[in-house]
Each structure stands twice: as structure tokens, then as C-alpha cells.
């Protein structure tokens, strides 16, 4: 057990080294995709809506709750992150990197759980603090649209501490579609027209709202809090539960993908 724990540490760090650097998966993915765009996003649109707000009362503009303030955030961090995870587990498991990491880990799950705790945990710490600063600015900064918002409210409280447990999830999501596709470019477009092409456009089906309901990243979204008209039975806990469980699923059956492929043969 010990010695399965420090592989498993050895290959956090290992991780953190590879992906190190200026021209790296961080900073030319997570940085831009996961931190910067949402908060230009969710900044440049208050900045609109307040403007409108202000010009005029003829323009009406309706006030923003707590459960509609951090969508972006949800919607481009939280993916973003996955996405990031995805791509460094995909590219491990390709060329002289995956000869290296097949000598360094006997156990072929060594490796996905690794990125899982290692690109996991910067993605909870990264939701979380961009959650927190999110509410607290857009109170101060845009008080008409935005002066109902509340850090401490209990939308808010739920918030920061459900958005980094979803994207925690959603990483190991991403990370075990990897290990089971082994492309980058296929896992990176698979992820993304799942989540904004597939999970939306079903509800347009017959019948499409209660296929809807089984819909995982919608299902992982609703859990955080946010308000959708997507309302699955089982409510918002039972929503994150749900999501979890899949990632949980997706992670194994990627950790057996990546045994596969290191023992062909069985």
C-alpha cells in the first residue's frame, strides 16, 4: 500500500515537472481557457448590462441573483480544466513519453490517477477562488444589475464549495475518456461537443427533456446550485452524486483502456 501511495506521489510530481515551463499545457491551456476567459466573460458582461442599466429607464434590465452569477466560471473553468487534464493524459500514453511511463509505473492506473489528483486539485483551487472573487467583485463593482448577489448567502455558500467538487469530478471525467480514446484531438473534441453540442441540442428531440435529465455535465452543473430549466428528479445533491458516479465509471473503464494497451495480449 505504502508503496502503491509513493508511486502515486512520485507521479504528481513527475506531472507538475512535465507540464512546467512557458510553452506548457498550463499556460498556454488552463491560463487562457480556465482563468482568463471566464473572467472576461463574466466581467465583460456586467460591464454591458450595467451600462444599459444606467443610460436609461427606459431600458430595463433584470437583476441578476446569486444563482446566475458564476455560470461562466462553471461553464468555461471547470471545462477548461478537464480539457487540460485530458490533453496531458491523452499525449502521455503516445510516443517516447508512454515508453517512459511504462517503465516508471508497473501499474497501468499509476498514471491516470496522478493527473486525476494532480490537475483535480489545481482545478478545485483554481473554481474556488475565481467562485469567491466573482461574488464578492460583481456586488461592488456593478451594484444595479448585480447588488443582490451575496458571497454568504446560502446560493453562494454552496457554490464554493460545490463548483470545485464539480470540476474535480469533471477532471477525472476527462482524464479517463483519454485513457479510453488515447487521442488528444479526439478527446478534446469528444468532451467538447459532448457538453456544448450533445447535452444541448438533445432536448430538442422527441421527448428530448427526459433523456436530458440523464445528461451528465448537466447533471453536474445543476448540482453546483446554478439555475437551469434542466430539473432532474432527483434533485441538486442526487445531480452531483449522479455526475460523480459516471466519473467514477469513466475513470475505471480508462484505467482498463490503459491496461489494454500495455498488455495486449491480456
Not at 64 to 72: F, I, L, R
Not at 108 to 124: E, K
Not at 236 to 242: D, I, N, Q, S
Request: charged share 10%; proline share 5%.
Amino acid at each position: 500500500m505504502n508503496a502503491r501511495r509513493g508511486q502515486v506521489r512520485r507521479g504528481i510530481r513527475a506531472e507538475s515537472v512535465r507540464v512546467g515551463g512557458a510553452r506548457s499545457v498550463l499556460s498556454l491551456g488552463a491560463v487562457p481557457g480556465a482563468i482568463l476567459l471566464p473572467l472576461v466573460v463574466t466581467f465583460g458582461v456586467a460591464t454591458v448590462a450595467e451600462r444599459f442599466a444606467s443610460i436609461s429607464d427606459r431600458i430595463q434590465v433584470t437583476s441578476v441573483a446569486t444563482g446566475n452569477s458564476v455560470y461562466w466560471v462553471i461553464t468555461f473553468t471547470v471545462m477548461g480544466w478537464a480539457v487540460v487534464a485530458a490533453y496531458a493524459q491523452a499525449t502521455a500514453e503516445r510516443g517516447a513519453v508512454a515508453d517512459t511511463v511504462r517503465y516508471l509505473y508497473p501499474r497501468a492506473w499509476t498514471g491516470p490517477v496522478a493527473r486525476w489528483l494532480y490537475y483535480g486539485g489545481l482545478a478545485a483551487a483554481c473554481s474556488a477562488i475565481l467562485v469567491g472573487l466573482v461574488l464578492l467583485a460583481l456586488p461592488a463593482l456593478y451594484p444595479k444589475v448585480y447588488g443582490g448577489v451575496d458571497l454568504f448567502s446560502a446560493v453562494g455558500v454552496r457554490f464554493v464549495g460545490t463548483v470545485p467538487l464539480y470540476a474535480f469530478l469533471a477532471v477525472g471525467l476527462g482524464v479517463g475518456l483519454a485513457a479510453v480514446v488515447g487521442h488528444p484531438a479526439g478527446v478534446v473534441v469528444g468532451l467538447l461537443g459532448w457538453t456544448y453540442l450533445v447535452e444541448q441540442a438533445v432536448g430538442l428531440l422527441p421527448n428530448g427533456y427526459t433523456v436530458q435529465r440523464y445528461m451528465p455535465f448537466l447533471n453536474g452543473i445543476f448540482g453546483t446550485g446554478q439555475e437551469l430549466a434542466f430539473l432532474p428528479s432527483w434533485g441538486r445533491t442526487g445531480a452531483l452524486v449522479y455526475f460523480g458516479a459516471v466519473a467514477v465509471v469513466v475513470f475505471g473503464l480508462g484505467c482498463l483502456a490503459s491496461r489494454r494497451r500495455r498488455h495486449p495480449d491480456g
